[in-house]
């Protein structure tokens, strides 16, 4: 449990004699979870996802109709989990003080909620290649990014299955993902259609190669003037809080079944309360929130591990 700040810890701003006392100069990383995920608000203690598989192609008639079967999908289920934190202060530090500041600590814990929801909402993206869950429980069991997606229809995974690679960022990965991800198959291996809203999500560190890639209308690879197919084709989403796990990792998305399937739960959102301890006469200010995030399917994706 943390300490109350007291008069001994913020003796300065007892003292008239100080030119200037800043607080909180800093701005905060913008934030992404608005711009990331299906963002939805929930008065349940779980939300749970399940899906139903594709119909079987029909085959020739021959006298009798053949009955077809669907395979059931994969169950799902994205639980909150609750986050809270407070701050003490000496009442005679706030009555002596002599600065503005120390005077809204409200905001400071909203503040501080948020940039610890916009740290839990880049998880996805810096954990994509792990099968270990912040939130979820998925019948599935593998990675958002995985070479071992399955289905219950009994169908080859050999092709079409496969969300993760290991290529560094450059022209000729981009080109191979996006095929890559035009060959997803469904449940029952059927050619899926993947959008033409793409967008390349990538770390600050690969920011300046990807505006390169999508921003270079001729003459990238030579002085010929060849034309870039990749000239405005996908949007460019630079994740700064992915350089705090890993500089390399990139991802291709389908940006309309990313909105569809990537969910952002909010079970309670950020609140501030107040209170005298009436013993200590301290100032007591706490904030909570519920949150959790999680996908219902795997197929808006693919992601590269890059060593």
């Known amino acids: 449990m943390g300490n109350p700040l007291d008069s001994g810890q913020f003796v300065r701003l007892l003292d008239k004699r100080l030119r200037l006392v800043e607080e909180a100069k800093y701005k905060a990383l913008p934030t992404m979870i ?44 994205i639980e909150p989990k609750e986050y809270s934190g407070g701050l003490m202060v000496e009442r005679k530090l706030i009555d002596d003080k002599k600065y503005a500041v120390l005077d809204n600590f409200a905001a400071g814990l909203m503040e501080s909620a948020q940039r610890t929801r916009e740290k839990i909402g880049v998880r996805t993206f810096a954990h994509a290649f792990s099968s ?35 290529s560094a960022f450059s022209k000729s990965a981009v ?39 999508v921003g270079t209308e001729k003459g990238m690879d030579s002085a010929e003037g060849n034309i870039n197919v990749n000239y405005r084709r996908y949007k460019v989403i630079p994740y700064l809080r992915l350089d705090d796990y890993d500089s390399n990792n990139w991802f291709m998305v389908d940006l309309d079944a990313m909105k569809r399937d990537l969910m952002w739960v909010d079970r309670k959102l950020p609140e501030t309360n107040h209170i005298v ?31």
């Open 277 to 307: 301890d009436f013993e200590t006469y301290q100032l007591k200010y706490a904030a909570y929130f519920r949150c959790a995030y999680g996908w219902k399917d795997w197929r808006w994706i693919y992601g590269h591990l890059v060593s």
């Open 132 to 166: 270990a869950y912040d939130f979820m429980t998925s019948e599935e069991g593998v990675a958002l990014c995985s070479s071992s997606h399955t289905t219950k229809s009994a169908v080859s995974t050999a092709s079409g299955f496969d969300n993760a690679g290991s």
């Open 175 to 213: 080109e191979a993902t996006r095929v890559l991800m035009r060959q997803f198959r469904d449940d029952i291996a059927e050619r899926i259609e993947i959008g033409q809203n793409l967008a390349l999500i990538v770390p600050d560190n690969l920011a300046d190669l990807a505006m390169e890639l």
């Open 34 to 77: 608005p711009q990331i995920y299906n963002v939805m608000s929930s008065d349940s203690a779980w939300e749970e996802y399940y899906a139903i598989g594709a119909v079987p192609d029909i085959p020739e008639f021959t006298g009798k109709v053949p009955y077809l079967s669907v395979s059931p999908g994969f169950h799902m289920k």
